[in-house]
């Protein structure tokens, strides 16, 4: 097909143009809406088990059965004595050698 105007231009109209750029960017959005989903689940999770206490050992099979996903969290903190914390928004946890997770709420 033989595209009308400029030599470099990609698409036959803006119409083309507008509908390649809206599923592109729907893709990339799912995507993101599905992580965020998950890394509210996580966070939610970690504050249903800190209702009461600002800190809690569990077993991870607890976490893992009630839907925990570890391969998400948001970032990690590195305390003095050299432990990494994991965190998903202000709570985390810390792996403890026993198959226990340590949980804590981060301080304002």
Known sequence: MLLKGRS????????CRNQFN??????????????NRI??????????LLT?????????????HRGYNFEFHTHTKRAKNGQVYI??????????????IYI???SC
Request: proline share 0%.
């Open 8 to 15: 470099d231009q990609k698409f036959c109209s803006d119409h």
């Open 22 to 35: 809206n599923r592109n960017y729907a893709q990339k959005l799912a995507l993101q809406r599905q992580i």
């Open 39 to 48: 890394l509210m689940q996580n966070q939610q999770i970690l504050a249903q």
């Open 52 to 64: 009461i206490e600002k800190k809690r050992r569990v077993w991870e099979m607890d976490l893992q």
């Open 87 to 100: 965190f998903c928004y202000d709570f985390g946890y810390l792996r403890l050698e026993t198959d226990q």
């Open 104 to 106: 804590v709420q981060a």
